[in-house]
Nanobody, 123 residues
Framework: QVQLVESGGGLVQAGGSLRLSCAAS????????MGWFRQAPGKEREFVAA????????RYADSVKGRFTISRDNAPNTMYLQMNSLKPEDTAVYYC????????????????WGQGTQVTVSS
């Protein structure tokens, strides 16, 4: 069984920064991708960023390129999302996910999900 636990969300003013963490346990992930997704009220869950565990390959949504940085630390199995220059439209529940065999923005490809952490950006 895989468990993912997000942390680091909170309330921040526009232009500020937050760092999200996702701690993974239960199995190894060396051949898989991990990703961050977000869901705002009344909207569908959308892709934010993804990274491969076994290499520094990353992928970002156009809306966060240049502002967000995804990274991972294999020991322990933790993934991070550094969010800078936050905007009110970044307000959402942020989820981490894993279990995808490929680096993709497709939510259906990810098998395991965390419970989410709220990020609120005030204007």
């Amino acid at each position: 069984q895989v468990q993912l636990v997000e942390s680091g969300g909170g309330l921040v003013q526009a232009g500020g920064s937050l760092r999200l963490s996702c701690a993974a346990s239960g199995r190894t992930f060396s051949s898989q991708a991990m990703g961050w997704f977000r869901q705002a009220p009344g909207k569908e869950r959308e892709f934010v960023a993804a990274i491969k565990w076994n290499g520094p390959v990353t992928r970002y949504a156009d809306s966060v390129k240049g502002r967000f940085t995804i990274s991972r630390d294999n020991a322990p199995n933790t993934m991070y999302l550094q969010m800078n220059s936050l905007k009110p439209e970044d307000t959402a529940v942020y989820y981490c996910a894993t279990g995808s065999p490929i680096l993709t923005d497709n939510t259906a490809s990810y098998e395991y999900w965390g419970q989410g952490t709220q990020v609120t950006v005030s204007s």
